[in-house]
């Protein structure tokens, strides 16, 4: 493993690799594999909603032009290869022989369907995928094994944006002809298809290692094998995931032998884990972000002061201090037992676009306490601080602890923590003040960040599609705005620290910490984890 992911690697405290247990080689007739994972898919549809545990599902099921492997490089999918033309137009070549699950032959129209069916989703939430899409101005089809992609503007990162957005067949619209020229709706009048018909199996159509045998949002959603896969076959003929959302109950399955694998074990349960050989313990650091998103737009804000009077969310001062009340390395030690990289800056140091050598982010309550003054809160304000209690590691805690610093420098705050089912949906409502947020790259630099979380929301240019704090700012904006269309990188890399040195400064984002990802399974398997958190049923394997 080489490039930034190993720098992330070697300063975290626990290695990137299996913890070999005693492990043995499963009995032959082993065919079900068995997982246990840590939050809910909201849906079977690959277009739905861009999160880790539907990524976990799709990844299975269906393919990309671009695919990222375990430890985030990009890799051929779909395509076999791809050349940039000029700054805007990319000609694809793609892969031949290849089937989705009904038989269809998969081709060019098929990824010209992909891109009109995103445009068309009156499911997507929060504009997942159509960002993507929205910034094409052409689309060409140039044969079955070809096609040609036109960007409105440069897109030094459309590659990785690829890698996340999963092909569907045409046949979904009975091969009906499409022309991305022919506006939002590429000249086909519907019907397009809809979420319920991927929960129900009937549009589930990839052409990935697995078949959707059936989907549950809240139990068992249960893949089969697809033996006509055009690559390696997985070792597993079925395979069951399973939503267990409370750290005490994935235990509880896999001590008992209900489930093979579990996602994220409680932090405190590693050390007897560890012990145990009957089992074994894989981690892998990540550039998953855990911060606080705060209101900055709306005044009075609704959950600060009781949605009375001024926010002062919206001063600097107070952002500042809310961050300087933060003490980063307790977090890790005592919260996250280690399971976490205290944050300095918006990813991890050695990352594109990072501020090279920047210590973890100051903690100092008694400055935290002159700029609240300074601000004129000089006892402090009221507010509710929204989490999720099943989605990150120690989530739940980790809000109290949060809320704790903030009242020791005079901010008397509430938790409502709740299941990540609820929380998305409010949030992408932009109902919360000040809430917890989580997020992995899906690029190795800060633009990847910096466009969707920060840079002022506009909806038609897909940019800041999750900025849910409304923030605006005009030096950000042309910073991290010219980066988010510069192919030069080394001169992007200059704007992104510009970006991030403004962003620090005006603290709309407060940056926590970098989590590992950790997985437990029982002796007789082998897998080393990822960094983008999913679990991949065909990367796990009967030891050897």
């Not at 080689?25 to 549809?45: I, N, Y």
Request: with cysteine; charged share 20%.
């Amino acid at each position: 493993m080489t490039g930034p992911i190993a720098t992330i690697a070697r300063r975290a405290l626990l290695p990137a690799m299996a913890l070999a247990l005693g492990a043995a080689s499963l009995p032959a007739s082993a065919q079900t594999l068995r997982v246990a994972l840590s939050a809910e898919t909201t849906s079977a549809d690959p277009l739905n909603y861009s999160m880790t545990m539907n990524s976990t599902l799709r990844h299975h099921i269906f393919e990309a032009l671009i695919e990222n492997d375990a430890d985030f490089a990009l890799k051929p999918g779909l395509a076999t290869s791809w050349s940039r033309e000029s700054d805007l137009a990319w000609v694809f070549k793609l892969r031949q022989g290849v089937t989705f699950h009904n038989g269809q032959a998969f081709g060019a129209p098929d990824v010209l369907f992909t891109f009109c069916r995103a445009l068309n989703n009156k499911d997507e939430v929060v504009q997942s995928y159509s960002r993507i899409i929205r910034r094409i101005a052409k689309v060409e089809v140039l044969g079955e094994d070809s096609i040609r992609i036109t960007t409105k503007e440069p897109e030094p990162l459309f590659l990785s944006d690829l890698a996340n957005l999963p092909l569907l067949p045409r046949s979904l619209i009975n091969n009906a002809p499409l022309d991305f020229a022919k506006g939002e709706d590429c000249g086909y009048a519907g019907p397009w298809p809809t979420a319920s018909q991927f929960n129900d199996g009937s549009a589930a159509i990839g052409t990935g290692p697995y078949k959707l045998r059936s989907y549950s949002r809240n139990a068992t959603t249960e893949l089969v094998r697809n033996d006509a896969y055009w690559g390696p076959k997985p070792a597993w003929e079925s395979v069951k995931l399973t939503p267990v959302t409370a750290a005490g109950p994935r235990m509880a399955g896999l001590l008992a032998g209900d489930f093979d694998m579990i996602e994220s074990p409680a932090t405190g349960d590693l050390p007897k884990l560890r012990q145990n050989p009957n089992f074994a313990i894989a981690s892998k650091p990540t550039t998953r972000m855990i911060f606080v998103q705060l209101d900055t737009a709306r005044s009075p804000s609704p959950f600060v002061n009781g949605g009375q009077g001024p926010n002062p969310l919206q001063d600097v001062r107070v952002r500042q201090a809310l961050s300087m009340a933060i003490d980063r390395k307790a977090i890790e030690s005592r919260v996250m037992d280690g399971l976490a990289l205290p944050a300095a800056q918006f990813l991890p140091d050695g990352m594109g676009g990072t501020i090279p050598g920047l210590p973890v982010l100051p903690y100092d309550p008694a400055k935290a306490k002159e700029l609240l003054k300074e601000a004129g809160y000089p006892d402090g304000f009221s507010m509710t601080f929204h989490s999720t209690n099943n989605r990150y590691i120690n989530d739940a805690r980790l809000a109290q602890v949060l809320a704790q610093f903030w009242q020791r420098i005079g901010v008397k705050v509430e938790v409502d923590a709740m299941p990540s089912s609820v929380y998305f949906g409010r949030r992408g409502k932009r109902e919360f003040s000040a809430s917890m947020g989580g997020w992995g790259a899906d690029a190795p630099e800060t633009l990847a960040f910096f466009r969707i979380w920060m840079l002022t929301t506009d909806s038609k240019a897909g940019i800041g599609t999750s900025n849910y704090g409304g923030w605006s700012y005009r030096p950000f904006d042309e910073a991290a705005g010219a980066a988010n269309t510069t192919m030069d990188e080394a001169r992007r890399m200059e704007l992104l620290r510009e970006a991030g040195r403004i962003g620090l400064e005006q603290m709309p984002i407060i940056p926590v910490h970098y989590e590992s990802a950790v997985w437990a399974f029982r002796k007789g398997l082998a897998y080393g984890g990822r960094v983008d958190q999913t679990t991949y049923a065909p990367d796990i394997r009967p030891a050897q």
